[in-house]
């Protein structure tokens, strides 16, 4: 959802009403993972085997060359406890949405159309007055995920939502390409061009043969004109990228679900502040680890108190510098170079598999969060 806003009143049997902005539900967008204590959630709330259905069956990215030929191949590992860049839980955020959307639509009451204007905090909980209907209401928790502009954080923290942004200078644009250019395949196919341009491809579940495009360039600005001055930009900037750079720009004029935001991470001093709590990109957006900790964050209304105490520090935690987009996206011919050289190596000799089934003999599984125990409600 893109501007999301959660009231709770009366937890932990909580009476549940989420507000949304825009006029539906939105089913759309690009593939998302699922990793560390986020998988322990889905399993919670038994809909890890509807995900799984339902996952873009990626196998793995494949770093290819100018003429497409394969420079390395990085493979998922087939198990949730420890995964490679590609997740065992690789789904659309549409398709994400619309799964737990149905585990807990007749336990909510969901408004559409609809957004926070202000809130004031009180001593019997929290008032909250709509923008569109002026009306309001008292509830006991005002949980805002309203995205990494969160109108909420600024006014929870006193200040401009821009104050939290760190910009990591990179733009990535994403749209559905009508024809399925990986050819049946199902790993992904990364490609890099100089001046950082990156040509990604993924597949696409949809019988009819689609693939997913995405465009990436390092430019450490926000466009005026949003998807428009986007779309402008990745055609001048790819026009002599090579290998499927022309058809891949063909698409992406013609398509309608083009989506192009900057990279950034929100990086919020605190997450609570007495009955107001930041969810997710409101919080803590970070590109790549995002979804799963806004699922993990999910469920700060039973941690109370210690949410903030839990996520803020694992959030920082996964929040780095850009080092990894420098390494997988270099400049030059020669960083493209040295970089392929590197993969190819750690691929060829089987380094990345070796070092994933050692870590996995000794008892290593990814960073969890140190959650308190959660009873999952029966259906």
Not at 145 to 165: F, N, T, Y
Request: contains cysteine; hydrophobic residues 40%.
């Amino acid at each position: 959802m893109s501007n999301l806003n959660i009231l709770i009143s009366a937890y932990p049997n909580a009476n549940i009403t989420i507000v949304e902005r825009d006029p539906s539900l939105r089913l759309t967008g690009a593939s998302v993972d699922i990793r560390s204590s986020a998988v322990d959630i889905i399993k919670w709330m038994s809909a890890e085997q509807e995900i799984c259905n339902h996952t873009t069956k990626e196998e793995g990215i494949q770093f290819v060359n100018a003429n497409g030929k394969a420079v390395a191949t990085l493979r998922a590992t087939g198990r949730s406890d420890i995964q490679s860049v590609t997740s065992e839980f690789e789904i659309f955020r549409g398709m994400l949405t619309k799964i737990f959307i149905d585990l807990i639509i007749t336990r909510v009451k969901l408004i559409f159309g609809e957004s926070v204007d202000h809130f004031e905090q009180r001593n019997d909980g929290v008032a909250v007055t709509f923008a569109k209907s002026k009306e309001v209401k008292m509830y006991d928790l005002l949980v805002a995920a309203d995205s990494l502009g969160s109108k909420i954080r600024g006014m929870m923290l006193d200040s401009k939502p821009q104050e939290q942004l760190y910009n990591e200078g990179v733009h990535v644009a994403y749209f559905a390409i009508k024809i399925n250019l990986l050819q049946g395949g199902r790993l992904a196919k990364w490609y890099n061009a100089t001046g950082g341009c990156v040509v990604f491809l993924c597949p696409d579940p949809d019988p009819v043969g689609r693939t997913r495009g995405n465009l990436m360039n390092r430019l450490n600005k926000a466009l005026r004109d949003g998807n428009k001055s986007c779309m402008k930009l990745m055609g001048e900037m790819f026009r002599d990228a090579g290998w499927v750079a022309p058809e891949v720009l063909q698409d992406m004029r013609e398509s309608d679900d083009f989506y192009c935001p900057l990279f950034v991470q929100i990086r919020s001093p605190k997450l609570h502040d007495g009955c107001v709590v930041l969810l997710g990109d409101a919080g803590y957006t970070t590109p790549g680890f995002g979804t799963s900790l806004a699922i993990i964050g999910g469920l700060c209304p039973c941690w109370r108190a210690r949410y903030e105490e839990i996520m803020l520090p694992f959030a920082k935690s996964s929040q780095g510098g850009d080092n990894a987009m420098q390494l997988l996206n270099p400049q030059t011919v020669w960083g493209i170079r040295i970089r392929d050289a590197i993969l190819g190596f750690v691929t060829w000799a089987r380094l990345d598999r070796l070092t994933m089934g050692v870590a996995s003999a000794l008892g290593f599984t990814e960073k969890k969060a140190p959650m308190p125990d959660y009873q999952w409600p029966a259906r």
